[in-house]
């Protein structure tokens, strides 16, 4: 079964990378739809405001650049009353960033690039994509775990295995997302007239209030040095996508 939903699966994302999706699309949206109502019914919000009104600017200036297929019915974003530094963004075009986010974030450049990463992995179907394969992955372990029968060292053999998978297949793909979700972003926020070199200072700003990370190996993101060298590697073609867009007009003036 885990092999047909592969085969049948295959997918494209806009960076080019091969992806595995078989949740419809309907169905996401649903589910982005439904954990967005679920947060804002418990987590306290803030309705307006200079704070409001400042993410709201930031948000509406990239928006525009985003495919409407995406968010058909537009973008909504809302602002979070919580200390955590994050953000999201959900198949069904809705938005939440956290006020501690606007601690870090030193100006609209380094919001933009935020933002820009979260509607990034929607763009890039990342919640189906993580959905299709941690579905694949319980398929498969289930096959091999019937095998195994009752043998207590083959069930301690096919546990090591669920850890490997974990490691080694559902943690990857997670840093994959992320990555791809920071060169997409970049371009992203670069069209928007948002400077993207700002992300750097970002991340730079992330590492010095963040905790100790665990190894790359083991974690969900790439390392932050890791994410940094990537960035500055990309930077060339976004300062230019960047240039462009300002050229063009596009110069948002937000202010927090």
Same mark, same amino acid.
């Given at each position: 079964?885990?092999?047909?939903?592969?085969?049948?699966?295959?997918?494209?994302?806009?960076?080019?990378?091969?992806?595995?999706?078989?949740?419809?699309?309907?169905?996401?949206?649903?589910?982005?739809?439904?954990?967005?109502?679920?947060?804002?019914?418990?987590?306290?919000?803030?309705?307006?405001?200079?704070?409001?009104?400042?993410?709201?600017?930031?948000?509406?200036?990239?928006?525009?650049?985003?495919?409407?297929?995406?968010?058909?019915?537009?973008?909504?974003?809302?602002?979070?009353?919580?200390?955590?530094? +994050?953000?999201?963004?959900?198949? &069904?075009?809705?938005?939440?960033?956290?006020?501690?986010?606007?601690?870090?974030?030193? +100006?609209?450049?380094?919001?933009?690039?935020?933002?820009?990463?979260?509607?990034?992995?929607?763009?890039?179907?990342?919640? +189906?994509?993580?959905?299709?394969?941690?579905?694949?992955?319980?398929?498969?372990? &289930?096959?091999?775990?019937?095998?195994? &029968?009752?043998?207590?060292?083959?069930?301690?053999?096919?546990?090591?295995?669920?850890?490997?998978?974990?490691?080694?297949?559902?943690?990857?793909?997670?840093?994959?997302?992320?990555?791809?979700?920071?060169?997409?972003?970049?371009?992203?926020?670069?069209?928007?007239?948002?400077?993207?070199?700002?992300?750097?200072?970002?991340?730079? +700003?992330?590492?010095?209030?963040?905790?100790?990370?665990?190894?790359?190996?083991?974690?969900?993101?790439?390392?932050?040095?890791?994410?940094?060298?990537?960035?500055?590697?990309?930077?060339?073609?976004?300062?230019?996508?960047?240039?462009?867009?300002?050229?063009?007009?596009?110069?948002?003036?937000?202010?927090?």
């Amino acid at each position: 079964m885990a092999g047909v939903l592969v085969l049948a699966a295959c997918a494209t994302s806009p960076t080019g990378r091969p992806q595995l999706q078989f949740m419809p699309d309907s169905q996401i949206r649903t589910m982005g739809l439904d954990a967005y109502s679920q947060i804002k019914e418990t987590e306290p919000t803030i309705d307006a405001g200079r704070q409001v009104d400042y993410v709201e600017c930031v948000t509406a200036a990239i928006t525009p650049q985003v495919p409407s297929e995406y968010a058909e019915e537009g973008w909504e974003v809302t602002l979070f009353d919580s200390g955590q530094a +994050n953000a999201f963004a959900l198949p &069904g075009g809705k938005m939440g960033v956290y006020t501690g986010l606007l601690e870090i974030t030193e +100006n609209a450049d380094q919001l933009a690039a935020v933002i820009a990463h979260e509607i990034a992995h929607v763009m890039a179907q990342h919640s +189906n994509e993580r959905m299709s394969t941690e579905v694949a992955t319980a398929l498969g372990l &289930g096959a091999l775990q019937v095998a195994a &029968g009752d043998d207590p060292e083959r069930q301690r053999a096919m546990a090591a295995l669920g850890v490997g998978a974990q490691v080694g297949i559902i943690l990857p793909f997670s840093r994959t997302h992320e990555s791809e979700a920071d060169e997409i972003g970049l371009g992203l926020m670069a069209d928007s007239g948002f400077d993207p070199r700002a992300s750097i200072q970002l991340w730079k +700003n992330m590492s010095q209030t963040a905790g100790e990370a665990p190894p790359e190996f083991l974690s969900t993101h790439p390392s932050r040095s890791t994410r940094i060298e990537d960035l500055r590697s990309a930077m060339p073609t976004a300062v230019y996508r960047y240039e462009q867009a300002v050229a063009a007009g596009r110069e948002p003036d937000c202010t927090s």
